[in-house]
């Protein structure tokens, strides 16, 4: 099992947009997630945003940096940044990944 929510227990199937970078001692890095229309913001959903959470097997990875975008001012997508300040932040958050990938068929060549 791996994955994201924007409220506790509420999972949000929209598959985000990644971009990952990693400072040149590989001691630090950031992933810059980016969902486009995103289940949490439609209108069916009343639940509140209080972060993101990356959730698996292992635990939690927990970001607060979590901001909305909005087109014609309307709610449309979300942004989220996740810092790494280690290499085992980093490797945690790889592994993860891994694991999110495969769940949703994302691993395939």
């Given at each position: 099992m791996a994955e994201i929510q924007f409220a506790r227990g509420v999972k949000e199937p929209t598959i985000p947009d990644v971009k990952v970078t990693r400072s040149k001692t590989g001691n630090s890095g950031t992933a810059t997630f980016y969902f486009a229309d995103p289940e949490i913001l439609s209108g069916e959903s009343n639940e509140e945003i209080t972060g993101m959470y990356l959730i698996d097997d292992e635990g939690e990875i927990v970001s607060r940096e979590v901001k909305g975008k909005f087109i014609n001012g309307e709610a449309r997508a979300i942004?989220?940044?996740?810092?790494?300040k280690s290499v085992d932040e980093f490797e945690r958050f790889v592994r993860f990944m891994n694991k999110f990938a495969e769940q949703n068929g994302l691993d395939k060549s």
């Open positions: 942004e989220a940044v996740l810092v790494m």
